[in-house]
């Protein structure tokens, strides 16, 4: 760590980690992820429909599986939703699985 000028965290607790193992705070910088919600908000509409968007690596750490079992509750009472998912990984075939037990291939 003595050879690092400086740190970037995107959480509080990933700071306090860094911290933890021994890092100057004032090496660290906390830059949070998000989205302006000023620049980027959904279009005023009245169509139901609504997608929700998966990008990533298709690993157990990503909570995919969690979001995976969470869509099939969802769409048991609303019909109108879908789940794209984008990305590779280990779990591609758990989540093909998955889709196919549950009668999710079109959604």
């Known amino acids: 760590m003595s050879q690092t000028d400086h740190f970037i965290c995107y959480s509080e607790k990933a700071k306090q980690c860094l911290i933890a193992e021994g890092v100057p705070e004032k090496k660290i910088s906390l830059i949070p992820l998000g989205v302006d919600t000023t620049l980027f908000h959904p279009a005023n509409t009245q169509n139901k429909k609504v997608t929700i968007l998966f990008v990533g690596r298709l ?7 969690d979001l995976c079992k969470a869509f099939a509750l969802v769409n048991k009472s609303i019909s109108e939703v879908k789940l794209r998912i984008v990305g ?5 075939n758990w989540i093909q699985s998955f889709a196919q037990k549950n009668n999710l291939e079109n959604k």
């Open 59 to 65: 690993v157990e750490e990503k909570g995919i599986q």
């Open 88 to 92: 590779s990984g280990p779990l591609e």
